[in-house]
C-alpha cells in the first residue's frame, strides 16, 4: 500500500517536473498500438529552401491548436533533428544515423522538403529517409479545401488518397552511369546472356516490383479504405508494356483483395458479370476494387473525378499523379503527406511539395501543406480534437481570402500575405473554433 502511495506520489512529481521544464516523452509503438504521452517529444527537420518557412509556421499553427483543444494538459515538446543543407554545415553529412535513430527512437516525426541535385550529386535523402526507416507507404489525401479557388469546375469532387509504393521501382537507385564500368558490365550481359539490344551508350536503371512490397502497400491501401470507410480502391499501373512489374503489381493486387479481404470487396469484374449477383449495383458496405492504365488514370481522375476513391500505385505513377491530384485542389501549397510503416507505426509527415528554391527565406510561400501534414500527424496519434481545430480554422482562413500567393493569383482582386502572416490568421481563427 504504501509503496504503492509512493509509486503515485512520484509519478505526480515527474508529471508536475515535466510539465514546469517542458520535458516531453516518447511516443512508443506497443504490439501496433501506439502509446502517446500528455507531452509527446516530436522531432522535425526544417528541411532545405521553402522548408524553414513552412515548418515554423507549421509548428505554432499545432502548437496553437493543442493548447486550443487541450489547455495545458498536452503539449508537443519538438525536438530539432537535422538533416539536408544544415546537416551538411554542422556535421558534414547531409543525413547524420543520429537523425535516423531518433525518428526511429520517437516513431512519429515532421519533416520539411530536402533538396535533391538533379542529373547527379548525391542521392535523394527523401528516398534515403524512406529506404532506411521501411516507410513503405507514402500516404498522401487530396481532398478539396472548401473556398479555395480551383482550376476544376467541380472542385469539391476531388476527395482520394493514394498510396503510392516508397521502396521499389525505378526509384530503387540501382542505376548505372552512362560509360561506367558498371553499366558496361551489365550492358554486355543483358546483350550477350539474355538476347537484349541495348545500346552500349547507354545509362542503365533497374526497376524491380516485389510481390512482398506489392502486397504490403495494396493491403494497407485497402485497411485504409475499410477504416474509413471509403467507396473503392483502384490499383494503377501500366502493366501492357511492362507486364512483369507493373503488370505483377496488378496481378498481386488483385491477389491480395481477394485471399484477405474477401468478404468485405467486390471487384469490377464480379460487379458487371452478367450471371453474377450485382448486376452493376455495389452492395451496401463493400469496397469496389479495380484497376486503371496509368496514362488512361490522368485522364480519368481530370473528367471523372467522382467515380475515384483511394488509388493504389508503384512509386514513379505515384509521384507523378501526387501532383497533379494537387493541382486539380488549388496547387502543390496545399497537399499534404505522410510516409508510414504500418507494422513498425514509425511514420514521418512532409508536405507534397519540394524545397521551391526561388522561395526560399521570403515568408512567402503557402505553409498550408505542411500543415495538414501536421494534421495527419495528430490524427495518426488519435488527437482528433486538435485535428479539427486545425482543418476548420485553415476553411475559414481561406474563406476570409487570407491567402497566400498561390491562392490569391487565382482569385481576383485579393492581396496575399506572407507565410508566418498566415499562420497568424489560422491560430486566430482558432480562436472561434
Ligand atoms: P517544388 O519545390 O515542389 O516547387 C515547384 C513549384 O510548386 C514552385 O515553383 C511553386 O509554383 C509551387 N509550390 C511548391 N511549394 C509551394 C508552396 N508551399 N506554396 C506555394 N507554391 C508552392 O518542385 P521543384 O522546384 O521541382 O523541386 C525543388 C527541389 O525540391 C528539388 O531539389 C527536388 O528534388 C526537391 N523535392 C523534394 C521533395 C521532398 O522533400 N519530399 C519533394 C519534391 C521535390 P509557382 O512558382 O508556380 O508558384
Same mark, same amino acid.
Given at each position: 500500500?504504501?509503496?504503492?502511495?509512493?509509486?503515485?506520489?512520484?509519478?505526480?512529481?515527474?508529471?508536475?517536473?515535466?510539465?514546469?521544464?517542458?520535458?516531453?516523452?516518447?511516443?512508443?509503438?506497443?504490439?501496433?498500438?501506439?502509446?502517446?504521452?500528455?507531452?509527446?517529444?516530436?522531432?522535425?527537420?526544417?528541411?532545405?529552401?521553402?522548408?524553414?518557412?513552412?515548418?515554423?509556421?507549421?509548428?505554432?499553427?499545432?502548437?496553437?491548436?493543442?493548447?486550443?483543444?487541450?489547455?495545458?494538459?498536452?503539449?508537443?515538446?519538438?525536438?530539432?533533428?537535422?538533416?539536408?543543407?544544415?546537416?551538411?554545415?554542422?556535421?558534414?553529412?547531409?543525413?547524420?544515423?543520429?537523425?535516423?535513430?531518433?525518428?526511429?527512437?520517437?516513431?512519429?516525426?515532421?519533416?520539411?522538403?530536402?533538396?535533391?541535385?538533379?542529373?547527379?550529386?548525391?542521392?535523394?535523402?527523401?528516398?534515403?529517409?524512406?529506404?532506411?526507416?521501411?516507410?513503405?507507404?507514402?500516404?498522401?489525401?487530396?481532398?478539396?479545401?472548401?473556398?479555395?479557388?480551383?482550376?476544376?469546375?467541380?472542385?469539391?469532387?476531388?476527395?482520394?488518397?493514394?498510396?503510392?509504393?516508397?521502396?521499389?521501382?525505378?526509384? =530503387? &537507385?540501382?542505376?548505372?552511369?552512362?560509360? %561506367? !564500368?558498371? #553499366?558496361? @558490365?551489365? /550492358?554486355?550481359?543483358?546483350?550477350?546472356?539474355?538476347?537484349?539490344?541495348?545500346?552500349?551508350? =547507354? &545509362?542503365?536503371?533497374?526497376?524491380?516490383? %516485389? !510481390?512482398? #512490397?506489392? @502486397?504490403? /502497400?495494396?493491403?494497407?491501401?485497402?485497411?485504409?479504405?475499410?477504416?474509413?470507410?471509403?467507396? =473503392?480502391?483502384?490499383?494503377?499501373?501500366?502493366?501492357?508494356?511492362?507486364?512483369?512489374?507493373?503488370?505483377?503489381?496488378?496481378?498481386?493486387?488483385?491477389?491480395?483483395?481477394?485471399?484477405?479481404?474477401?468478404?468485405?470487396?467486390?471487384?469490377?469484374?464480379?460487379?458487371?458479370?452478367?450471371?453474377?449477383?450485382?448486376?452493376?449495383?455495389?452492395?451496401?458496405?463493400?469496397?469496389?476494387?479495380?484497376?486503371?492504365?496509368?496514362?488512361?488514370?490522368?485522364?480519368?481522375?481530370?473528367?471523372?473525378?467522382?467515380?475515384?476513391?483511394?488509388?493504389?500505385?508503384?512509386?514513379?505513377?505515384?509521384?507523378?499523379?501526387?501532383?497533379?491530384?494537387?493541382?486539380?485542389?488549388?496547387?502543390?501549397?496545399?497537399?499534404?503527406?505522410?510516409?508510414?510503416?504500418?507494422?513498425?507505426?514509425?511514420?514521418?509527415?512532409?508536405?507534397?511539395?519540394?524545397?521551391?528554391?526561388?522561395?526560399?527565406?521570403?515568408?512567402?510561400?503557402?505553409?498550408?501543406?505542411?500543415?495538414?501534414?501536421?494534421?495527419?500527424?495528430?490524427?495518426?496519434?488519435?488527437?482528433?480534437?486538435?485535428?479539427?481545430?486545425?482543418?476548420?480554422?485553415?476553411?475559414?482562413?481561406?474563406?476570409?481570402?487570407?491567402?497566400?500567393?498561390?491562392?490569391?493569383?487565382?482569385?481576383?482582386?485579393?492581396?496575399?500575405?506572407?507565410?508566418?502572416?498566415?499562420?497568424?490568421?489560422?491560430?486566430?481563427?482558432?480562436?472561434?473554433?
Amino acid at each position: 500500500m504504501i509503496a504503492h502511495a509512493e509509486l503515485q506520489m512520484s509519478s505526480q512529481i515527474k508529471m508536475q517536473n515535466e510539465k514546469s521544464k517542458d520535458i516531453g516523452s516518447k511516443i512508443e509503438n506497443m504490439d501496433g498500438i501506439l502509446n502517446v504521452p500528455e507531452r509527446p517529444i516530436i522531432p522535425y527537420i526544417e528541411g532545405d529552401g521553402i522548408g524553414p518557412d513552412v515548418i515554423k509556421a507549421t509548428k505554432r499553427v499545432l502548437d496553437g491548436a493543442v493548447e486550443k483543444a487541450y489547455g495545458p494538459q498536452k503539449k508537443i515538446v519538438w525536438l530539432e533533428v537535422l538533416a539536408g543543407e544544415k546537416a551538411q554545415k554542422k556535421y558534414s553529412e547531409y543525413l547524420p544515423e543520429e537523425t535516423l535513430k531518433k525518428i526511429k527512437e520517437h516513431t512519429v516525426a515532421l519533416k520539411g522538403p530536402l533538396t535533391t541535385p538533379i542529373a547527379g550529386g548525391f542521392r535523394s535523402l527523401n528516398v534515403t529517409l524512406r529506404q532506411k526507416l521501411d516507410l513503405y507507404a507514402c500516404v498522401r489525401p487530396v481532398k478539396y479545401l472548401p473556398t479555395a479557388p480551383s482550376k476544376l469546375k467541380n472542385p469539391e469532387e476531388l476527395d482520394i488518397v493514394i498510396f503510392r509504393e516508397n521502396t521499389e521501382d525505378v526509384y =530503387s &537507385g540501382i542505376e548505372f552511369e552512362e560509360g %561506367s !564500368e558498371e #553499366a558496361k @558490365k551489365l /550492358i554486355e550481359f543483358l546483350n550477350n546472356e539474355m538476347n537484349t539490344n541495348v545500346r552500349i551508350d =547507354s &545509362g542503365v536503371g533497374i526497376k524491380p516490383i %516485389s !510481390e512482398y #512490397a506489392t @502486397k504490403r /502497400i495494396v493491403r494497407a491501401a485497402i485497411n485504409y479504405a475499410i477504416k474509413n470507410n471509403r467507396k =473503392s480502391v483502384t490499383i494503377v499501373h501500366k502493366g501492357n508494356i511492362m507486364k512483369f512489374t507493373e503488370g505483377a503489381f496488378m496481378r498481386w493486387a488483385y491477389e491480395v483483395a481477394n485471399k484477405e479481404f474477401k468478404d468485405k470487396i467486390v471487384t469490377e469484374t464480379e460487379l458487371f458479370k452478367p450471371d453474377g449477383p450485382y448486376k452493376g449495383t455495389m452492395p451496401e458496405g463493400k469496397i469496389l476494387v479495380k484497376d486503371r492504365l496509368a496514362d488512361s488514370m490522368f485522364q480519368q481522375l481530370l473528367l471523372r473525378t467522382k467515380q475515384y476513391d483511394v488509388l493504389a500505385l508503384p512509386n514513379l505513377n505515384g509521384d507523378y499523379i501526387s501532383d497533379l491530384a494537387a493541382a486539380m485542389g488549388g496547387g502543390l501549397g496545399l497537399a499534404p503527406g505522410a510516409n508510414i510503416n504500418y507494422e513498425t507505426n514509425i511514420a514521418l509527415f512532409e508536405p507534397t511539395h519540394g524545397t521551391a528554391p526561388s522561395y526560399a527565406n521570403q515568408d512567402k510561400v503557402n505553409p498550408t501543406s505542411a500543415i495538414l501534414s501536421g494534421v495527419m500527424l495528430f490524427r495518426h496519434i488519435g488527437w482528433k480534437e486538435a485535428a479539427d481545430t486545425v482543418e476548420k480554422a485553415l476553411e475559414k482562413t481561406v474563406s476570409q481570402r487570407k491567402v497566400t500567393y498561390d491562392l490569391a493569383r487565382q482569385l481576383e482582386g485579393i492581396q496575399p500575405i506572407g507565410t508566418s502572416k498566415f499562420a497568424d490568421a489560422v491560430i486566430e481563427n482558432m480562436k472561434a473554433v
